[in-house]
């Protein structure tokens, strides 16, 4: 069965960096793109970026767009999310979702990881 | 990347349907045939219930429906249960590899 496990959440300050990670497992990995959404009590679900199965494009929203990078590891079943220059605004659950392929939509979530920026 | 618009809630009995429904723009939802729709428990991770507007995935009950009308869609819920009584997000694809959520929608079940 597809699983995907999140790791890498904490306490940040404002201005400092933190990189997530989600272990996949269950499918092919390289076979679909990854993406990353967060979700914050105030705003519900963001979408934050997408890698495709390749790992040569990658694409952001605008909230995170220079600041964070998206990234994996087809070897080792992995995906990141850099996370450069944290504000307040990050704060929320960071969950990987795996690519519906042709369908441009997520199927799998993982259970998410928090990520808290204060000072 | 504006979220798509979703009443903060819904409520219907048991047995009852309800539908929900999810608007936005003609540069997402209206443009694109990409709409999905999860249901959301408090502390889980979200759960695909509907993608291209109106296809279920296995396992999803067919009480369970999507639709599309212009830059609106729906999510409806017929035969109301006690464990569908959840948070509702919408989700479309927005064009140059870009999605956004709606704000998400509380249904209860009386």
Known sequence: QVQLVESGGGVVQPGTSLRLSCAASGFTFSSHSMHWVRQTPGKGLEWV????????????????????????DNSNNAVYLQMNSLRAEDTAVYYCAR????????????????????? | QSALTQPRSVSGSPGQSVTISCTGTSSDVG??????????????????????????????PDRFSGSKSGNT??????????????????????????WVFGGGTKLTVL
Request: aromatic share 18%.
């Open chain 1, 49 to 72: 970026a997408i890698i495709f199965s390749h790992g040569a494009n990658d694409y952001y929203a605008d909230s995170v767009k220079g600041r964070f990078s998206i990234s994996r």
């Open chain 1, 99 to 119: 690519d519906y392929t042709d369908h441009w939509t997520v199927d799998y979530w993982g259970q998410g990881t928090l990520v808290t920026v204060s000072s």
């Open chain 2, 31 to 60: 443009g694109y045939n990409y709409v999905s729709w999860y249901q959301q428990h408090p502390g889980k991770a979200p759960k695909f219930m509907i993608y291209d507007v109106s296809k279920r995935p296995s396992g999803v």
């Open chain 2, 73 to 98: 869609a729906s999510l409806t819920i017929s035969g109301l249960q006690a464990e569908d009584e959840a948070d509702y997000y919408c989700y479309s694809y927005a064009g140059s590899f870009t």
